[in-house]
């Protein structure tokens, strides 16, 4: 298995996302995990991005 995905898997264990235990980190599958964590990170999709500064087309 990916030595990242199983550094991913001690952290979640260590401290489990809400509504979750260390026993469901320890069984979750490592793709299962790197959706999990990836989807737990990401930035918010729906921020409004209005008035960044940029190149727009109109």
Known sequence: ??????K?????MNNP???MT???MRRMRGDDLLDMD???NEEDPFED???EEGFYIF
């Open 1 to 6: 298995m990916n030595p990242n995905t199983e």
């Open 8 to 12: 991913l898997r001690k952290k979640y």
């Open 17 to 19: 996302p809400e509504g």
């Open 22 to 24: 260390s026993e469901d």
């Open 38 to 40: 990836y989807f737990l």
């Open 49 to 51: 991005d209005f008035g």
